[in-house]
């Protein structure tokens, strides 16, 4: 049992350059999320999911996309990639938004040069 | 905005003793609050959660108390471990949403 798997787990990119971290769980859960982790600042929202073809914006949603075209699959897209973006990434999944325990992901390190 | 507020940012504690992190929350609608432990380059693993109809919560060397009135909650680990160095997140969740502190980094010294 995979889990929460994301991909990739390193990641460099120049400025201005775009990208899509990619995130899978296979214990299919109706609820998906993005967070990122900056020293001093805990975990923060980017944005999340209730459900495939239902998204919504966390506390810090912008420079990035999010879709939700299946249960499995929930990828973060940045669309031109800046030096604050620069955090490690962690996807998360639970059954539902409520009361439930949620399961992360590994983490993908991402660097902006 | 910072919707749940933890301290310390971070905690030294000897083998044996106990740790005590304690946040506290501002929005009422939050109705469960789950402690996570998370180990340098891994994800954040869920250790411990309570809802607010119970003050407390006790699982091994583990307790959460809650104090619904005060809106503030706090993880006592008991007996604490070199193996329990770690950052812990206090966390709330409500509106969809799971919002968490800032962290605080223990270090259980031998």
């Known amino acids: 049992n995979a889990g929460v798997t994301q991909t990739p787990k390193f990641q460099v990119l120049k400025t201005g350059q775009s990208m899509t971290l990619q995130c899978a769980q296979d214990m299919n859960h109706e609820y998906m999320s993005w967070y990122r982790q900056d020293p001093g600042m805990g975990l923060r929202l980017i944005h999340y999911s209730v459900g495939a073809g239902i998204t919504d914006q966390g506390e810090v949603p912008n420079g990035y996309n999010v879709s939700r075209s299946t249960t499995e699959d929930f990828p973060l897209r940045l669309l031109s990639a800046a030096p604050s973006q620069t955090s490690v990434y962690f996807c998360?999944?639970?059954?539902?938004?409520?009361?439930?325990?949620?399961?992360f992901g590994q983490g993908t390190r991402l660097t902006v040069v | 905005q910072q919707q749940v507020k933890q301290s310390p940012q971070s905690l030294i504690v000897q083998k044996g003793g106990i740790s005590i992190i304690n946040c506290a929350y501002e929005n009422t609608a939050f109705d469960y609050f789950p402690w996570y432990q998370q180990f340098p380059g891994k994800g954040p693993a869920l250790l411990i959660a309570i809802r607010p109809d119970v003050s407390e919560k006790k699982e091994g060397r583990f307790t959460i108390s809650f104090n619904k009135s005060a809106k503030q909650f706090s993880l006592h680990i008991m007996d604490s471990q070199p193996g329990d160095s770690a950052t812990y997140f206090c966390?709330?969740?409500?509106?969809?949403?799971?919002?968490f502190g800032k962290g605080t980094k223990l270090t259980v010294n031998p």
């Open positions: 998360a999944s639970s059954w539902t938004d409520t009361n439930t325990e949620a399961f």
């Open positions: 966390a709330a969740r409500g509106s969809e949403k799971l919002v």
